[in-house]
């Protein structure tokens, strides 16, 4: 009996010790984001290079744009030169996407104009994946061996304003958001249990397919919509016996290119004004965010609808945008109104 209270005492004296290091483990956390600021902005330059390069990348941090013989220097958090690989790019977003074991919500959104490599960055290719394909957490479970996770996958593109269920079959369109309290909730949405990457992967393939079939009944481009995809986790510690909750948002954006520069017209030019729509919507929830606005626009657009959970709340949201700029001189305007939105949400602390 005296070994069995030995043994009750020194499990709970384990328990306390164990909590006690996830507690300043979370600590330690919260104080580096303090340092960091809770969006980080992160520039990604297109790996080609043609003869005429509109900027050059003065260091890991600042990029500069050459134009009509001017130079204008931009600063973000990290800036990535034509030839950092997938991995590098992915390991600097690492600390943050396995935050989310630790019950935060992390929203990695690519900007930037068609054709500057914003799908590249998220998808990337068979031989060379993106973040989508990397951020399967395998990392995340093998830090935390006593925690056992679950994982509900969902994935959603928005074209012009109408929001639709890539997981489903067929693809369901106008799906319905509904607001509640600080979280919102889409009643009808397609969510898939998923256990291994191999699981990922087969969701994320079913999702493109579904994609190519539901741009092909409404007649639109891929590039012209955004895409969605959300793991939302919950992991159960055994040790400690907390649940925490954690999502993670990964967000293709469509190409925030002008409607001049893209000559639309017909539903071409439709579309670039529903685009312009949302992602002004998005400068806007950032802007209001960053002068600590009573009321954060998040319902201007559907796509800060959808992202409001992982912007609007506490220190547990973080966001990193991926400014995607193109090294193509003729593209050079289009590359610094990309640079001045990413410098514009740098300062923004979110609430
Ligand atoms: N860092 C890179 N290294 C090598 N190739 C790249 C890189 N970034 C982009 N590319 C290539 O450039 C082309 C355009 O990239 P991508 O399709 O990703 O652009 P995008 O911004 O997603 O365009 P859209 O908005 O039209 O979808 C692709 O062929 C892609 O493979």
Same mark, same amino acid.
């Given at each position: 009996k005296e070994a069995e209270t030995d043994f009750s005492k020194e499990i709970e004296e384990l328990r306390a010790f164990y909590r006690k290091e996830a507690l300043e483990r979370k600590v330690l956390y919260n104080k580096l984001q303090e340092l960091c600021g809770n969006i980080q902005v992160f520039c990604r330059c297109r790996g080609d290079s043609p003869e005429?390069?509109?900027?050059?990348?003065?260091?890991?941090?600042e990029v500069v744009v050459s134009h009509k013989g001017t130079k204008k220097t931009f600063f973000f958090d990290k800036v990535y030169s034509s030839n950092a690989t997938q991995e590098e790019l992915f390991n600097g977003i690492l600390p943050m996407i396995t935050?989310?074991?630790?019950?935060y919500n992390i929203c990695i959104l690519a900007y930037g104009q068609?054709?500057?490599g914003k799908t590249y960055t998220m998808?990337?290719?068979?031989?060379?994946?993106?973040v989508n394909i990397r951020c399967h957490l395998t990392k995340a479970f093998s830090r935390k061996s006593t925690v056992c996770f679950t994982f509900m996958m969902s994935m959603t593109e928005i074209y012009n304003e109408n929001l639709i269920d890539l997981l489903s079959n067929p693809p369901t369109n106008h799906l319905e958001i509904r607001t509640l309290g600080k979280s919102i909730i889409v009643p009808d949405l397609t969510q898939i249990d998923v256990k291994t990457e191999e699981d990922i992967l087969n969701v994320m393939e079913l999702g493109e397919k579904n994609r190519t079939m539901a741009s092909t009944n409404l007649n639109?481009?891929?590039? $012209?919509s955004h895409l969605i995809l959300t793991l939302r986790l919950a992991g159960n510690d055994s040790v400690s016996g907390v649940t925490s909750h954690g999502t993670l948002t990964l967000c293709d954006l469509a190409g925030s290119e002008r409607i001049s520069r893209t000559e639309a017209i017909g539903q071409r030019l439709v579309e670039a004004a529903f685009i312009n729509k949302s992602l002004t919507s998005l400068a806007q929830v950032f802007s209001a965010l960053k002068c600590n606005?009573?009321?954060?626009?998040? $319902?201007?657009?559907k796509l800060t609808h959808v992202l409001q959970p992982s912007l609007s709340g506490d220190a547990k949201d973080e966001a990193c945008v991926l400014m995607n700029i193109s090294p193509d001189m003729k593209n050079v305007l289009e590359t610094l109104r990309t640079l001045q939105f990413g410098t514009s949400i740098q300062q923004v602390g979110l609430r």
């Open positions: 005429n390069l509109c900027f050059e990348v003065a260091s890991d941090e935050s989310c074991v630790d019950g068609t054709g500057s998808m990337g290719t068979k031989d060379k994946p993106g639109f481009e891929s590039s $012209r606005a009573l009321n954060v626009p998040f $319902r201007n657009s």
